[in-house]
């Protein structure tokens, strides 16, 4: 190194005055550029041989082993990724959107995705028509950003179980953006009702809108609230003595407390279908076993894929009996 900063005529034989005029020589056509160099400068002019010079050559061939290790670590992590990133496609591209792109839909649009939503369906669905509501939601959920609706693959497996119960009264846990509260409100018999809880503030006023531009609000009533505080009052507060259908899409812990719940408060009849989404996706085991290993449920499974998205998932169905 100090060899290309100083060229060899100054170091070689350089004495005294002379050598003194070659270094102003030599500095004015090579300024120092960093501390090493202006050490390795300072070095030479001392006239000490080449070979007690500070390391530098020596810790050049140390850091190349390093560097290479760690090309060899970056580029495995790299190609790790790439593998994972294949074989698990449906995964990636839901993080990528959710953790990636979604951030930066919402700085851009000053809107969260939700507000996004319920703005297409107000410029795209006709008022009062509620097929129309769930055809806007469907279509921005396939052409424009995933969102956790139940969609259109596992509803129109829900739309074929209300009409085989026909149930007249109707609990949900986890309303979102209102669109299951749409589907099955829309097949409720005349004096029907369906009750969803949603303990998100800005989610339960997204799906009280959304039940508006369906022209539901006579048949649909939101509670604002956590399932574990309002299920227990369910009688005694919200005067419902007993539901025919509890449509399970919460926080997927919360499925297996909560039908205990609903067992303790005495709102199950002989009958009532309790229907559980996503118990593949992202899965719910503790209440599969329950409900599959008890002798007071019957229990259907319907294979399907998770909403807009080729993954599989699938709906469970568990009658109670009694
Ligand atoms: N059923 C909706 C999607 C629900 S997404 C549809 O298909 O259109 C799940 C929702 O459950 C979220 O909005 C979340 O805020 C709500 N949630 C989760 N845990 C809850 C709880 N313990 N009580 C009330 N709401 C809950
Ligand atoms: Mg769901």
């Given at each position: 190194?100090?060899?290309?900063?100083?060229p060899p005529?100054?170091v070689?034989g350089?004495?005294?005055?002379?050598?003194?005029?070659?270094?102003?020589?030599?500095?004015a056509?090579?300024?120092p550029h960093s501390?090493?160099?202006?050490?390795?400068r300072?070095?030479?002019t001392t006239?000490?041989?080449?070979?007690?010079?500070?390391?530098?050559s020596?810790?050049?061939?140390s850091?190349?082993?390093?560097?290479?290790?760690?090309?060899i670590?970056?580029?495995g992590?790299l190609?790790?990724?790439?593998?994972l990133?294949?074989?698990?496609k449906?995964l990636?591209?839901?993080f990528?959107h959710e953790?990636?792109?979604?951030?930066?839909?919402?700085f851009?649009?000053?809107?969260?995705k939700e507000?996004r939503?319920?703005n297409w369906v107000k410029?795209?669905?006709v008022?009062?028509?509620?097929?129309s509501v769930?055809?806007?939601i469907?279509?921005?959920?396939?052409?424009?950003?995933?969102?956790m609706h139940?969609g259109?693959?596992?509803?129109?497996?829900?739309?074929k179980?209300?009409?085989?119960t026909?149930?007249?009264?109707?609990l949900?846990?986890?309303?979102?953006?209102?669109y299951?509260?749409?589907?099955m409100?829309r097949?409720?018999?005349?004096?029907?009702?369906?009750?969803s809880?949603?303990?998100?503030q800005?989610?339960?006023?997204?799906?009280?809108?959304?039940i508006?531009?369906?022209g539901?609000?006579?048949k649909i009533?939101?509670l604002?609230?956590?399932?574990?505080?309002?299920?227990?009052q369910?009688?005694k507060?919200?005067e419902i003595?007993?539901v025919?259908?509890?449509?399970l899409?919460?926080?997927?812990?919360?499925?297996?407390?909560?039908?205990k719940?609903?067992?303790?408060?005495g709102?199950?009849?002989k009958g009532t279908?309790l229907?559980?989404d996503?118990?593949i996706?992202p899965?719910?085991?503790d209440?599969?076993d329950y409900v599959?290993?008890?002798k007071?449920?019957?229990?259907?499974n319907y294979p399907?894929?998770?909403?807009?998205?080729?993954?599989?998932?699938?709906l469970?169905k568990a009658?109670?009996l009694?």
């Amino acid at each position: 190194m100090a060899k290309t900063l100083i060229p060899p005529f100054c170091v070689s034989g350089a004495t005294g005055s002379r050598k003194e005029r070659l270094i102003t020589r030599t500095s004015a056509l090579f300024p120092p550029h960093s501390a090493s160099q202006t050490q390795a400068r300072t070095v030479a002019t001392t006239s000490e041989p080449l070979a007690s010079l500070p390391s530098a050559s020596k810790s050049r061939h140390s850091l190349s082993p390093m560097l290479e290790s760690q090309t060899i670590l970056i580029t495995g992590a790299l190609l790790l990724l790439l593998f994972l990133a294949w074989k698990y496609k449906g995964l990636f591209v839901f993080f990528w959107h959710e953790c990636i792109l979604l951030p930066v839909f919402n700085f851009i649009s000053g809107m969260s995705k939700e507000e996004r939503i319920l703005n297409w369906v107000k410029q795209n669905a006709v008022v009062g028509n509620p097929q129309s509501v769930l055809e806007a939601i469907d279509k921005y959920g396939y052409e424009k950003e995933w969102a956790m609706h139940v969609g259109d693959v596992k509803g129109r497996i829900m739309d074929k179980i209300m009409e085989e119960t026909k149930p007249k009264i109707v609990l949900e846990l986890g309303a979102y953006c209102g669109y299951s509260a749409v589907r099955m409100g829309r097949l409720l018999p005349p004096g029907g009702h369906l009750f969803s809880i949603e303990f998100n503030q800005k989610f339960a006023d997204i799906s009280q809108q959304m039940i508006q531009v369906a022209g539901l609000q006579d048949k649909i009533s939101i509670l604002n609230g956590p399932s574990q505080e309002i299920i227990p009052q369910l009688k005694k507060k919200y005067e419902i003595n007993t539901v025919d259908m509890v449509f399970l899409d919460h926080w997927k812990e919360r499925y297996l407390p909560d039908t205990k719940l609903l067992e303790e408060s005495g709102v199950l009849h002989k009958g009532t279908v309790l229907l559980a989404d996503n118990v593949i996706c992202p899965g719910t085991p503790d209440f599969l076993d329950y409900v599959r290993n008890s002798k007071r449920y019957e229990c259907t499974n319907y294979p399907a894929t998770v909403e807009y998205m080729r993954m599989h998932d699938a709906l469970e169905k568990a009658v109670f009996l009694g």
